[in-house]
């Protein structure tokens, strides 16, 4: 039978964004005041810098989301609710460790690969996990804060190297 655990963890601080969108109309509503009033170089400059936090702008609300399907762990990274990009994938057959991220297992152990991925949502109280990947093309830490029932999938999968408290 398949496991299979998808899990969407939601953006929680959505202020920045809110305040960076809020500024990106004004700043367009600015820009077309100035262009009708014949300023033109400060109507340009207004939409210039209206566009860039209209580019800006989706990186202040993030969403993740972790699948596991059969052992095969995906990590993606969602912009505005809209565009979906992959942030990691790797079979947990390549993980040494996947632990709470303040517990003594993850400090004892060495040879840690350098590279860190974080894919927590900001504002996020959950309790942090880390999953060590040493084996494989992705070497990495990936911190996360997935729900109990992801861990007891994990554990399925390789059960000597999760540990749950």
Not at 8 to 18: D, E, M, S
Not at 39 to 59: C, E, Q
Not at 127 to 152: K, M, S
């Amino acid at each position: 039978m398949d496991q299979f655990k998808e899990q969407l963890v939601r953006a929680q601080n959505v202020g920045k964004y809110k305040t960076v969108k809020i500024l990106m109309y004004i700043l367009g509503v600015l820009a077309v005041l100035s262009i009708l009033t014949g300023n033109f170089m400060l109507g340009l400059l207004l939409a210039a810098i209206a566009g860039i936090l209209f580019y800006v702008k989706r990186f202040f609300y993030l969403e993740f989301e972790y699948v596991i399907t059969n052992g095969e762990v995906d990590v993606d990274v969602i912009y505005e609710t809209k565009t979906r990009k992959k942030k990691m994938s790797f079979n947990m057959k390549e993980v040494s460790l996947l632990a709470p991220y303040d517990s003594d297992a993850y400090k004892a152990l060495n040879n840690k690969p350098s590279k860190v991925i974080t894919a927590i949502p900001d504002g996020n109280k959950d309790r942090a996990y880390v999953a060590v990947v040493t084996e494989g093309n992705d070497r990495a830490q990936l911190i996360f804060v997935p729900n109990q029932d992801f861990v007891n999938i994990c554990f399925l999968f390789n059960p000597k190297v999760v540990k749950k408290n």
